[in-house]
Structures are given as structure tokens and as C-alpha cells.
């Protein structure tokens, strides 16, 4: 299923924050979302899952509309957000956490270093282990997409690397995959589709390669230069 946004605007405490939003996010491809810290990406990550409003615009998931709908409907429509924090049910071993979900063997066929930290509280697991527990949570309720929000937020760089192929692979067996990273070189070399928001506004959609080959046209793109 794509996911489709047209003409999204969505505003925080009644000043706009992101305008005129439209972009695609296609089944079986990583679509990648880059900008300047303050651009309104996790904002609008937020309006496609229900967490605030959109002001304006429709969001759509295989043709079925998001738009106004509770985050619980979104989420049985097949949408996952894997949102910024690392949100895990401290208290609950990481077995627990899993379970609430799906079963615990099949997160461990994607991160194997979880396996022995299955019995271990998840408050306790490091910031690279539970990234990869929410990230094994959120796939094994088989999504048709998933947003990713900084996923890399805090994390070593050999982390980032081991959870990126995952993310290829998850695209490949047909999810659309939505990423906001903050490592923009990273996700460029996983993306199939890049997008750049400044300002609130996108500046840039499209083929991720003249970006990947341009340190000068992503800074334009990041600063909203169209020159």
C-alpha cells in the first residue's frame, strides 16, 4: 500500500508548522524525510498517525483515508510509528514487551543480540537494544507502513548500521517505510525516495541521487535555497 499525503498542513498551539505537505511514501520502498532540526518532521510524522491534527490536507493509506481518524483505526489500517524516546515498558522484561505484541522467537530471528536479554527488565537494555526492541515490536504487527522517526537518535554509528538493513529488508517484502534521520548520508544510501522539509515546507522530492552526490545541492535543499 503507498501511503499518500496532499497538501498537509499541520499547526502546534495555533502557529503553523508545516504547510502545503504532499509526498508519497510507495509500497516496497524507503522513503526518506531530511531537514533541519526545527523543520516540522516529526510534527508531521505525528499528524500521519493521529498523535495531532492535521489543519488541512488529506493523509491516505491504500486508497483508505487517515484523515480524522483515532490512532487506533490508523493502526488497523497497517500503520506503525516508531516515534522518537525509545518507548518501552521499562518495568516488563524485554520477552514481556515482545509478547504484547507478537511472538518473542521471531524478534530474535531479527536482532539475535536480543535473545539473551530477553529476561532482562527493558528499562535495563541499552539505548542500541531497545531500538531494537521497539523496532522488532513494531514490525511483527506486519505494517504496511512504518514511520521512523530519528532512529538513530542517541545511537552509536555500528547501531545505526546494524538496524538499517533491517529497514531494507522490511521495504523489500513490501512495506512503504517513512524515515526521518538525522544522519542524512546513512539514510540517503538506504532511501529510494528522498524529500527535504525546511521551514516547514518541502524543498526538495524525489530522486535521492542528486543529493547523495551533492553536499552542496542537500545544503540548498536544507536551507531552502532553490537557486
Known amino acids: 500500500m503507498n501511503l499518500e499525503l ?9 502557529q503553523p508548522v508545516v504547510r502545503d505537505v504532499t509526498l ?6 524507503v522513503t526518506v524525510l531530511l531537514g533541519p532540526n526545527g523543520a516540522g518532521k516529526t510534527t508531521l510524522l505525528e499528524a500521519i498517525s493521529g498523535v495531532v491534527p492535521a489543519v488541512k490536507g488529506e493523509i491516505e493509506l491504500g486508497g483508505r483515508t487517515l484523515t480524522g481518524r483515532p490512532r487506533t483505526r490508523r493502526a488497523r489500517y497497517g500503520l506503525a510509528h516508531v516515534e522518537q524516546g525509545r518507548s518501552v515498558f521499562g518495568t516488563l522484561t524485554t520477552r514481556e514487551n515482545i509478547a504484547l505484541v507478537g511472538d518473542p522467537a521471531l524478534a530474535v530471528k531479527l536482532f539475535p543480540e536480543l535473545e539473551r536479554r530477553l529476561d532482562v527488565r527493558a528499562g535495563l537494555l541499552s539505548g542500541g537494544e531497545q531500538q531494537m526492541l521497539v ?13 521512523l522517526d530519528e532512529m538513530s537518535l542517541g545511537l552509536a554509528p555500528g547501531i ?12 523489500d517484502e513490501g512495506c512503504a517505510v517513512l524515515l526521518v534521520e538525522q544522519f542524512a ?9 528522498a524529500y527535504v522539509l525546511a521551514h516547514g515546507t518541502l524543498t ?12 552542496a545541492a542537500l545544503k540548498r535543499a536544507y536551507l531552502g535555497d532553490d537557486s
Open 6 to 14: 496532499r497538501d498537509v498542513s499541520v499547526a502546534r498551539g495555533g
Open 24 to 29: 508519497t511514501a510507495g509500497e516496497g520502498r
Open 135 to 147: 523496532l522488532a515490536r513494531a514490525i511483527l504487527t506486519g505494517p504496511a507502513a512504518l514511520l
Open 160 to 171: 545505526v548500521r546494524r538496524l538499517l538493513p533491517v529497514i531494507r529488508k522490511l521495504a
Open 185 to 193: 548520508h546513512a539514510a540517503l544510501a538506504l532511501a529510494d525516495t
Open 204 to 215: 526538495y522530492g524525489g530522486d535521492p541521487t542528486p543529493l547523495r552526490e551533492s553536499d
